[in-house]
């Protein structure tokens, strides 16, 4: 055995791998086994399920047929950043040439090139937890993380109160809109309290300081449910429209996670410096799924015909598993869950920490109640505290895109029976 000691960058010896990624892996595992899992796990979509809309596979096929196989220009092609723009001015009211765009292989990389042009190391960025991902993007830029609690009597969605006292000094506020983990969305009072915050920020700030910006991920803003409705920052206060980065693309829309197509939008010095950071990393998406989702996103009865279908199939089983668990609650078990507003998530309470299982192992965390359920219901769920919370906070992510409303509805007798067996 090699007793060589392996030297890295502070940087990689500190990072935390994803934790929603190790379930998925033991989940996944279990299921090649041969183990009928319900995975609510992973943010993903399974295609025999949700298939991405026919008009845009096709013309995947058809621009690698005709040979669309070398490098895209490094901010995107040209027609895709017209259409996105033109599809966002269209369906949002927010006017941006196409020259303020920037593609990229879905938002992950836009978020983290964000975080590198805006962010210096020891920069404090703001954002509320529960919340998807910033935890990492401040370890990789070396960012102080300013982590804001929510409280579910407000669907776990930030106010002005929560962030009021974080803003002073700080570079960036990363906010997300509907909401990863939670499905829930923001009022647009409580978006409108918040934009003036930042703005009054700014205006108190000098000409030589860094203003504070407003990153705003708005990957699912197409996927809202029933009356709600969704709001974004430039829309309320234009004001903002300096200091605000949009992310958004087809990766959850769509069902299209892994066509690898997203898309920023915002100031246009800001996303040239972007542009120049993942020129650099080259984590461009592919060209001929460029091409087609320009050619895909002017079509717009073939986009709203297969939105309408999409989002009632998702709101289906978000339903299910929400009318399920009040179910459960009115018979007396320590459960919750927040009505679905948007996304693919519904957030769920399961108040058992301190139970006892049958094998007499006492439920202390989240993970430990997570295991508990993937081995005695075999329903796979992801806890918050994957997303930033405490890991005795007893509220999890229940994610619909990757099973089947059947699969769904044979889990809630599992789960209601292994909540029962609990002493």
């Known amino acids: ?163 009021a006292p974080h803003l ?35 205006q108190r700030r000098g000409p030589d300081e860094k203003p504070l910006y407003l990153l705003y991920d708005q990957i699912y803003w197409l996927l809202t449910f029933g009356a709600t409705e969704h709001y974004d920052p430039v829309s309320l206060r234009p004001a903002l429209r300096d200091y ?34 993942l020129g650099h990393v080259g984590a461009w998406a592919p060209k001929a799924e460029q091409v087609a989702v320009g050619q895909y996103l002017p079509q717009t009865e073939a986009v709203d015909a297969y939105l309408t279908g999409f989002k009632q199939k998702i709101q289906l089983s978000l339903n299910l598993l929400h009318e399920g668990l009040q179910t459960m609650k009115a018979d007396g078990l320590p459960v919750d869950s927040l009505v679905p507003q948007g996304a693919i998530y519904l957030t769920a309470k399961l108040d058992v920490l301190g139970r006892t299982t049958p094998a007499g192992q006492r439920l202390d965390t989240t993970q430990q109640i997570t295991s508990y359920l993937i081995s005695e219901a075999k329903l796979a769920l992801v806890p918050f505290s994957a997303f930033g919370t405490e890991g005795t906070a007893p509220w999890f992510r229940m994610s619909v895109g990757g099973a089947s409303a059947d699969s769904i509805a044979a889990a809630l007798p599992r789960l209601r029976a292994a909540l029962e067996a609990l002493r």
């Open 1 to 163: 055995m090699s007793t060589t000691t392996l030297h890295v960058s502070q940087m990689a010896a500190g990072l935390i791998g994803s934790e929603i990624i190790k379930i998925g892996n033991e989940v996944n595992d279990m299921i090649r086994r041969g183990e009928q899992i319900c995975n609510l796990t992973i943010g993903d979509f399974d295609p025999t399920e949700y298939p991405i809309p026919a008009e845009l596979k096709n013309g995947i096929i058809a621009a690698y047929q005709a040979g669309q196989t070398n490098y895209p220009p490094a901010n995107g092609m040209a027609g895709l950043r017209e259409a996105a723009a033109a599809f966002t001015a269209s369906r949002l009211g927010l006017e941006y040439p196409a020259a303020d765009f920037l593609v990229a292989g879905g938002s992950r990389p836009l978020i983290y090139a964000t975080y590198l042009a805006l962010v210096d190391a020891g920069d404090r960025v703001v954002f509320p937890v529960p919340s998807w991902n910033n935890n990492h993007y401040c370890h990789l830029s070396g960012a102080e993380a300013v982590m804001v609690p929510t409280r579910a009597e407000n669907n776990f969605m930030p106010t002005a109160a929560d962030l």
């Open 168 to 202: 002073a000094g700080a570079t960036l506020l990363a906010l997300c809109s509907p909401l990863n983990p939670t499905g829930t969305v923001f009022s647009r009072a409580d978006l409108e309290a918040i934009c003036d915050l930042v703005l009054a920020e700014n």
């Open 244 to 277: 605000t980065i949009y992310i958004d693309g087809i990766s959850k829309c769509l069902a299209a996670t892994g066509v690898r197509v997203g898309y920023a939008f915002g100031p246009g010095e800001v996303i040239n410096k972007m542009k120049a950071i």
